[in-house]
Structures are given as structure tokens and as C-alpha cells.
């Protein structure tokens, strides 16, 4: 944590208008002051997790409430306001995957009882972009929009494999076209991800099935889990116009008696 600069220093100078850059770069760090699971901050915690002065952090608010991007709420603490799930929204629609992926989403999601994700990469995250949820109690539960550690989780292999095509240490991953983890992130969370690819060729994202690590404790259900995300990766990739054939040799496989889970059983 960062505390508010010296008195006197760069941020009490009030040269925020003098620099169109440093005032973005302190709104920015106001908007990430606030994690995933926050309903509100106060002004005093903003200022603390932003090293910026409260007067400093009050002018900016006010900014950043009148376009959207934060609202007040009656106990006086601050949260984030709607414009930021607008932008999200049409971030989705850049990628142009969404009527294409949904609708595999919900068949995995119903057919195998679990989380299907499309998660893409952000730098060193990843990020849900596309998400159903199952209706059983028990599964696992993330947001659209949510970020994770890329080092971590069978979607987080799959991104780097092909996103970091000159690293060896992917090249299983990209050869089979699937990865899985147990119990990477949350110890108790199992997946499983399989690659998606565009007209030419390029990456789209990592198809995903998460789910509790119980539920994936046998090769039949990791196989199970395999051979619907294998198939539905080819027909997504087919309906952005590339080529399912790529697919052809990783399905096959999995269907064959004796098949294989890497790391199954333990924290791989």
C-alpha cells in the first residue's frame, strides 16, 4: 500500500491540468483501487491505495461520477459505476466470437454440469470474457470480466501456448491442443481448456470447463470433459471460418482406450 505523497510534492502541486497523462494515470489508479469483491470504498481508503491526496482523489471523483465511471452511494463510500460494464460490453462485441460461443457455452455448461469459459489474455491475466454457469449448488463461480493469474489454470496454459509460441515449455500444450489443472488457482478447482482459432488461423481464446476438483478426480470424466471441448472448439473455429481439421488428431486420441490425463490426481 502507498501512502499519499509528501506535502508539497507532485501530487499537492495541483498540476493535474498541466499534464493530461498524469490525470489519466491517477484516474486509472483510482478505478483499480477497487477489487473484485468490494462493494464500496471510502474516500480515505482510496487515498491510501492510490498514494494520491484526498483533495486530489475528491476532484477526480467528481470526473469520473459524471461520466459513469463511479457513483456515490448513500453511506458516503464510493463504487464503480455503470459506464465501465457499457465499455466492457463492447469489448466483447470486438472480438465478433459472442453468437458464435455463447450457444457452445450453454451446451457444454448443460451437458457436463459445469463452468464453460472463454477466457483471452490480458498481459500477464486472463480474462473471462464469455461465461455460463451450471445450475447445480456446487460449482465453480466466476464473473465475466474477471481476471486471474495466467501462470495458473489449464486456461492460463492454453494462452500461453499460443500467445508465446517460441516457448518450449508449451509445446505439449500446442501439439494436443488441450491442457488441464487441478487444483492450480483453488486448490479445490479442477479444468480443463482446449484452444479456438479464427478465419486465418490466429487465436481467439481458451475454451474452458471448470468445475470442483471431486468431480474430475477420474481419466472418465477429464475425457468426457475433453472430447465435448475438443468438439465444440472445432465448431466454433469452423463457424469463424477456420479450419476443424486441426482438431481431428486430439479428438481421436482422446476417444482411444488407455487414454492419459498429465497430472491427474495431483497439483500439476
Known amino acids: 500500500m502507498t501512502a499519499p505523497a509528501a506535502e508539497g510534492g507532485s501530487d499537492a502541486s495541483g498540476n493535474e491540468s498541466g499534464s493530461g497523462v498524469a490525470v489519466l494515470d491517477r484516474a486509472f489508479a483510482i478505478l483499480n483501487a477497487f477489487g473484485p469483491a468490494e462493494d464500496g470504498l471510502t474516500l480515505t481508503e482510496i487515498s491510501l491505495r492510490t498514494g494520491l491526496y484526498k483533495s486530489t482523489v475528491l476532484r477526480l ?71 455460463v454457469e451450471p445450475s447445480r449448488a456446487v460449482r465453480v463461480s466466476i464473473r465475466i470480466g474477471e481476471e486471474f493469474p495466467i501462470a495458473k489454470g489449464a486456461s492460463g496454459k492454453v494462452l500461453l501456448a499460443f500467445t508465446d509460441s517460441d516457448d518450449p515449455r508449451w509445446t505439449d500444450v500446442r501439439e494436443r491442443l488441450w491442457a488441464v489443472s487441478f487444483g492450480e488457482r483453488d486448490p479445490e478447482t479442477a479444468s480443463v481448456s482446449v484452444p479456438v482459432f479464427g478465419a486465418s488461423g490466429e487465436f481467439v481464446g481458451a475454451l474452458t470447463l471448470s468445475g470442483p476438483k471431486a468431480r474430475f478426480d477420474m481419466a472418465s470424466a477429464v475425457k468426457q470433459a475433453l472430447t465435448a471441448l475438443l468438439d465444440g472448439a472445432r465448431r466454433a473455429t469452423v463457424a469463424l471460418g477456420g479450419m476443424g481439421e486441426r482438431y481431428d488428431v486430439s479428438l481421436a486420441a482422446t476417444r482411444q482406450t488407455g487414454f492419459t490425463v498429465p497430472g491427474q490426481g495431483a497439483n500439476a
Do not use: M, W
Open 61 to 131: 471523483l467528481g470526473a469520473l461520477e459524471h461520466g459513469g465511471f463511479i457513483r456515490k452511494l448513500s453511506d458516503g463510500r464510493y463504487a464503480i459505476g455503470p459506464q465501465p460494464l457499457r465499455l466492457a460490453a463492447r469489448y466483447q462485441r470486438s472480438f465478433q466470437v459472442g453468437p458464435v460461443i455463447e450457444p457452445i457455452l450453454q451446451q457444454l455448461s448443460r451437458e457436463l454440469g459445469e463452468t464453460a469459459s472463454l477466457y483471452v489474455r490480458q498481459g500477464d491475466q486472463r480474462l473471462v470474457l464469455y461465461r
